[in-house]
């Protein structure tokens, strides 16, 4: 597996410092989690908040995956409208699933607040920017679904996004001041030093190469140690490795890239962004872009780094800078990364149980920070209390996806394509 790219910003600005040594010994504690990302990491605090014993794993370093390459957007809910969420789930799981996910930004930064966490958390909204006059009646339904839930949302004029974004090319946003932005890998990193202040042991490079259960216990086998536990929680999402016993379940890995400017000065920052609210935007092959605390403008959209349209989304992603932003033609970006997204084909999050003392979390689609942080949560009180009703979405013997691979290109060539031709 690559390791994080030292071209990463978050990598770069982290203030949340995190250091653990690797597993050498055996261990037999109440609760193991594999995965040191926002969900991994959620569960081992509410966990010790519980009085349970806790062990987590991390195969590389706390943040390593998605939690670590994330745009850093805390939003409410997910990518999918909530009506939709009840059809796929049906009236009642659907809402509920809706509820708890509504208030995910409350948890994340009441959790930041509560552990002191340095993770440049700004809470002013996240704009959802329609990239074409379809892009807004998009928004219009969607706002139409949030009003009856009275949600504080506000669909904007496309005048109104102009003044919000300092950008061109915008048809009007739908404006949640619900949500955020974060440093991703800061708050990972943040959640994780709470997790062991609380006395969790949390291992670094210390992969989970077999895991069993046998006896009644979950055992978990590392490069020199083992963890037996009377729960287990698979939590390593897009990153799965290993083999986990009773686990079923498959994904379309889809991948996700950023790149950072310079600090932009003073002048530029009092048009571009001035609120500092994060932004994604209507398009089929969608884009985001952001700020950091330093002043840096963040854009990112759908496509890999690594394979053969890394040439192409690098110039696309020069052209969307330009397009959007003309008073940056002469700027130029200093850092360009990418993720694993965990895709299912209804674009909804699963947990996979796995017997009576397992549980596995999976695709968030490339919304993991609230998702995983209420997730995480919920979880850790699930094993505590043996209490199905306090988990957001009921768990499934197993989900598995047809023609992964086959998937996993079509998203990757239709990225390409689509920057290959278009700036949006």
């Known amino acids: ?39 991994g990491c959620t569960a081992a605090i509410e966990a010790r908040k519980q009085g349970m014993s806790v062990c ?44 708890a996910l509504s208030n995910g930004p ?30 807004f009646t998009d928004l219009e339904n969607r706002f139409a679904q949030q009003e009856k839930r009275d949600a504080p949302v506000e669909l904007l004029s496309a005048e109104e996004a102009a003044i919000l974004t300092g950008a061109s090319g915008v048809f009007g946003a739908l404006l949640d001041r619900r949500a955020g932005t974060v440093q991703p890998l800061a708050y990972a990193r943040g959640l994780a030093r709470a997790a062991q ?25 590392t490069t020199r140690g083992t963890v037996k536990a009377s729960y287990l929680l698979n939590a390593t999402n897009a990153y799965m490795q290993g083999n986990i016993e009773h686990y079923s379940s498959s994904f379309t890995p889809v991948y996700y890239f950023q790149f950072a400017t310079k600090p932009l000065d003073d002048a530029l920052l009092k048009v571009i962004l001035p609120e500092k609210h994060g932004c994604w935007d209507t398009a089929t092959v969608m884009s985001s872009f952001r700020r950091d605390a330093a002043g840096r403008l963040i ?33 130029e970006f200093e850092y360009s990364w ?57 768990p499934m013997a197993s989900y598995l996806q047809s023609f992964n691979s086959i998937k996993e290109v079509y998203y990757e060539t239709g990225a390409s394509l689509t920057h290959m031709v278009k700036d949006y």
């Open 338 to 394: 990418h993720g694993r997204i965990a895709m299912t084909d209804d674009h909804l999050p699963r947990l996979i149980q796995m017997g009576n003392s397992g549980i596995s979390m999976m695709g968030y689609n490339g919304r993991g920070i609230s998702p995983g942080t209420c997730m995480g949560t919920a979880i850790a009180k699930y094993f505590a209390h043996k209490d199905l009703s306090v988990l957001p979405i009921h």
């Open 197 to 221: 202040q609380l006395g969790a042991k949390i291992y670094e490079n210390s992969p989970a190469i077999y895991t069993s259960f046998e006896n009644g216990l979950w055992s978990v086998k």
């Open 56 to 99: 987590l794993l991390e195969a590389n370093n706390i943040g390593f995956g998605g939690s670590g390459r994330n745009v850093g957007l805390v939003n409410a809910g997910l990518w999918t409208p909530p009506d939709d969420v009840m059809s796929i789930l049906g009236p009642e799981a659907g809402e509920k699933l809706n509820k």
């Open 106 to 135: 409350s948890q994340v930064f009441k959790l930041i607040e509560e552990f002191d966490i340095k993770c440049e958390a700004t809470r002013n909204g996240t704009l959802h920017c329609a990239h074409s006059p379809k892009g």
């Open 1 to 39: 597996m690559t390791r994080m790219s030292e071209n990463n910003l978050w990598q770069a600005t982290v203030a949340e410092t995190f250091n653990a040594e690797s597993l050498i010994e055996d261990l037999e504690v109440d609760f193991v989690i594999i995965g040191g990302g926002f969900t």
């Open 299 to 331: 854009m990112g959209s759908i496509g890999s780094l690594e394979k053969m349209g890394k040439g192409v989304h690098t110039s696309w992603i020069k052209r969307k800078l330009h397009k959007l932003f003309p008073q940056l033609k002469d700027t």
